[in-house]
T-cell receptor, first 113, second 112 residues
Framework: GQQVMQIPQYQHVQEGEDFTTYCNSS?????IQWYKQRPGGHPVFLIQ?????EVKKQKRLTFQFGEAKKNSSLHITATQTTDVGTYFC?????????????FGGGTRLMVKP | NAGVTQTPKFQVLKTGQSMTLQCAQD?????MSWYRQDPGMGLRLIHY???????DQGEVPNGYNVSRSTTEDFPLRLLSAAPSQTSVYFC???????????FGPGTRLTVL
């Protein structure tokens, strides 16, 4: 089945620095979703990308979907302490359980004030 | 709307005990899922349902049972708890198979 890999697993940044997490799939994805989980909380949907090469922005967050639709990235400009949490990507697994979403292992972001 | 609710929030079991984790949603979503979250391993799908009366296995189904008698409820049963089932369990619902997943607050389970 599909594997969705995320790097890095952890990232410490100083407040104000930029942050990027990368998501790579072993198969082509029809779409990719990004979620954020605050410490002690539950995953919350951020965005979905569908088109090859798509770029979407949410304030300081920029999401990209690769041209081949096998990778994606989330970039945060000028991190703030409110950005702390774990960021997950998720994509449909066409060979997996009922084509349900497969989640990456997540990137845990820690921000030093 | 309450969204997705889960009970209990915390649970400690002894090896061999059984219990049911409750999940309910009030968004009239057809699709519901159970995930477990372990450090460094992301969210792994245990079981899912595409509608009342229909369930199927996910990536890590062993040791768990589910049923879906109503659209709203999707309980997860641990038949005989094992320490390897110590984890945080999330229930999620969505309107479509690949649509936005709405997660509940989670149940933190410890099996001694």
């Amino acid at each position: 089945g599909q594997q969705v890999m995320q790097i890095p697993q952890y990232q410490h940044v100083q407040e104000g620095e930029d942050f990027t997490t990368y998501c790579n799939s072993s198969t082509t994805l029809s779409n990719i979703q990004w979620y954020k989980q605050r410490p002690g909380g539950h995953p919350v949907f951020l965005i979905q990308l569908v088109k090859s090469g798509e770029v979407k922005k949410q304030k300081r967050l920029t999401f990209q979907f690769g041209e081949a639709k096998k990778n994606s990235s989330l970039h945060i400009t000028a991190t703030q302490t409110t950005d702390v949490g774990t960021y997950f990507c998720a994509g449909p697994d066409p060979q997996g359980a009922g084509n349900m979403l497969t989640f990456g292992g997540g990137t845990r972001l820690m921000v030093k004030p | 709307n309450a969204g997705v609710t889960q009970t209990p929030k915390f649970q400690v079991l002894k090896t061999g005990q059984s219990m049911t984790l409750q999940c309910a949603q009030d968004m009239n979503h057809e699709y519901m899922s159970w995930y477990r979250q372990d450090p460094g391993m992301g969210l792994r799908l245990i079981h899912y349902s595409v509608g009342a009366g229909i369930t199927d296995q996910g990536e890590v189904p062993n040791g768990y049972n589910v049923s879906r008698s109503t659209t709203e409820d999707f309980p997860l049963r641990l038949l005989s708890a094992a320490p390897s089932q110590t984890s945080v369990y999330f229930c999620a619902s969505s309107s479509g198979l690949l649509d936005t997943q709405y997660f509940g607050p989670g149940t933190r389970l410890t099996v001694l």
